[in-house]
């Protein structure tokens, strides 16, 4: 394990505020939607992300138009829990500039950080990466959404799920029922017929990763009301453990 403390899952609230809140909540950035309009671009993100479930922008584009009814039983979730409610009070933001003050470099070979570092490094991904919400009115809902948005990649990293497209329909089912929205359940379904599902990886996605994503969307705890930010010092194994929170299996080798 570890030898850096190791923090609860769920430590006391900052009394602090994040010195960078959520940067894309600006109200000038939200476009309203007639009705017509919301359908419109629910039908072209839901073709887009189920041609290329890769297509951030649409999966995200998708998200916005389809879930305020989820986004609304999330935000409660989320305000019935000690750090849940302090996170919808301080709308903290994963940012790459809040990433490189965390001193990742420094964690140790096992630890959260390290294991995210790695993920993010391997992949060319960046903190900043994550599309603006633009289709969300309510500000808190708005948060929410951001959120889920901005720990996509910490559950990857939870899941051990490269961001191929096996490993984010993978946790595009873990995260259709761990939070109930409804572009998350879209892309699941839409997924094993997508381009880049070959039979032989639509056959692992079926046997190997659905039941999991289905027991561990379950069984978990509500990955919502996690500061992450303060458990990069963690080992990773001791988080999971903590989280009711197992990994993906890895396929069997043929």
Known sequence: ???????????????????????????????????????????????GAFLDPRRDDLVAMLGETTGEVALRG???????????????????????ASIEAAGLHGMPEGSFGR????????????????APVRFVADP???FVMQRYRQVHDFWHVL????PSVLGEVALKW??????????ASLAALAGPYGTGMTPAKRQKLLAVYLPWALAAGRESRFLLNVRYEEL???????????LNFRPAPKPPEK
């Open 1 to 47: 394990s570890s030898p850096h403390p190791s923090p609860s899952p769920h430590p006391s609230p900052n009394p602090n505020p994040n010195p960078n809140p959520t940067p894309n909540l600006n109200p000038n950035l939200v476009y309203p939607l007639s009705p017509a309009q919301r359908l419109f671009l629910t039908g072209y993100a839901a073709v």
């Open 74 to 96: 999330l935000r409660d979730r989320m305000a019935a829990d000690e750090v849940g409610a302090a996170l919808l009070a301080e709308r903290p933001s994963i940012t790459a």
């Open 140 to 142: 808190e809902l708005a």
């Open 159 to 162: 899941a051990a799920l490269p």
């Open 115 to 130: 294991a995210y570092l790695d993920f993010m490094e391997k992949h060319g991904f960046d903190a900043d990466g994550r």
């Open 174 to 183: 873990f995260e259709a029922v761990h939070t109930g929205l409804p572009m």
């Open 232 to 242: 990069f010092a963690k080992d990773l194994d001791e988080l999971r453990a903590e």
